[in-house]
């Protein structure tokens, strides 16, 4: 499949599509709510601006009843209802919608727990499915699965906390990364040495955190490539290269103005880069991530390529990766919405079929 014939598929149903009510989901209880609000404003503003008839659900701290309710329309201007709704009211929410777009990044909004009640009143929604969702939010297995399929992933160890995790670690590792196995963006991830100084900072980085575990630190370049489409057939989009002005690509990194520099196209020699396209979507095609999603690794000083995890909802704001990757291939913002829109229908078409 060819991004050519994506767009031809676009260019036939456009109309159709048009006359669908779309829904966007964002905020939620992570510590992602903030980015999540962010790029659900985005998607809501750029579909209504080509016609769409376009509304944002946010959701509450407690991730699942509606704080507000916003409708935008074509020519219409924005109207914000307040809302005190309980689970049985957000859900006859949902399907007055003919398609959902799904921005709550974190726990709740990436692990399945959405896109399985989105599953079950029977709407598509623009995010990877149940399964794939659930597996690629457990950075633990998503590392198992690169590994059978023989990508190279740093080592890694996990326990109770970090104090037990601290006893697996052989002798000769110099540098380490704590994390969380389930959260994303960066958030309580520390870059430390193996040494009491390092640990008592990893400590202090990632007090609270439930499932931590422990990585080498392999130094390198930042890469990340982008897929989009059906999980037989997808599109790899241009790898994008993330140099942070300091320090590590965190969560200040990602999101502040001007602390990172990326390039796409990456400067990559063709057979590196042709190498992490095939794994980055020999892993979409693994999780099943359909309809899109962003894969993540490491490339060090000897050519070697490493796989860190993979991203089923990665942001949507103006300084998100895969719009960029998108957009060196000419398919502008609004249009990779739609395309994303499209993909989501033409799943649920499929299931429905396969009944």
């Known amino acids: 499949m060819t991004l050519e014939q994506i767009r031809s598929r676009l260019y036939a149903r456009r109309q159709e599509l048009l006359s669908m009510n779309v829904l966007v989901l964002a905020g939620g209880a992570s510590s992602e709510r903030e980015i999540s609000l962010k790029s659900g404003h985005a998607v809501v503003d750029a579909l209504a601006g080509r016609g769409f008839s376009t509304a944002l659900a946010v959701i509450s701290e407690q991730g699942i009843a509606l ?16 809302l005190s709704l ?59 699965i690169a590994r059978t399929l023989g990508i190279s992933t740093p080592r890694w160890w996990s326990g109770a906390d970090l104090a037990t995790i601290r006893s697996m670690i052989p002798a000769g590792v ?14 309580g991830v520390a870059i430390f040495d193996n040494d009491d100084a390092g640990w008592h900072h990893a400590q202090a980085v990632c007090e609270g955190i439930n499932r931590p575990m422990v990585e080498e630190c392999i130094s390198g370049r930042e890469l990340t490539s982008g897929w989009i489409g059906h999980g037989t057939e997808p599109v790899g989009l241009p790898v994008v290269e993330i ?38 979507g020999r892993i979409y095609r693994e999780l099943e991530l359909e309809p899109f999603a962003r ?57 429905g079929a396969e009944l």
């Not at 110099?174 to 958030?187: H, M, N, T």
């Not at 942070?244 to 999101?255: N, S």
């Open 67 to 82: 704080d507000y309710f916003k409708a935008l329309g074509p020519g219409n201007p924005p109207s914000e209802q307040s």
């Open 86 to 144: 309980d689970t049985q009211s957000s859900v006859a929410s949902l399907v007055r919608h003919d398609v959902v777009f799904t921005m709550m990044h974190g726990n709740m909004g990436e692990n399945g727990t959405w896109q399985g009640l989105l599953r079950l009143v029977g709407l598509p929604f623009v995010s990877a499915d149940v399964k794939g969702s659930a597996i690629a939010m457990d950075k633990l297995l998503t590392k198992r």
């Open 174 to 187: 110099e540098r380490l990364v704590a994390k969380p196995v389930d959260q994303g963006s960066s958030v």
């Open 243 to 280: 140099r942070p002005e300091q320090g590590f690509y965190d969560y200040r990194a990602k999101y502040t103005k001007g602390a990172s520099q990326y390039i796409c196209p990456a400067p990559l020699a063709d057979e590196t880069r042709k190498n992490i396209i095939s794994d980055a």
């Open 295 to 351: 894969i993540d690794f490491i490339l060090d000083e000897s050519g070697r390529h490493w796989f860190l995890e993979a991203n089923t909802l990665p942001g949507f704001t103006e300084l998100s990766l895969l719009p960029m990757a998108a957009a060196s291939v000419g398919m502008e913002y609004a249009e990779l919405l739609e395309t994303l829109m499209l993909l989501a229908v033409e799943r649920q078409e499929r299931q």
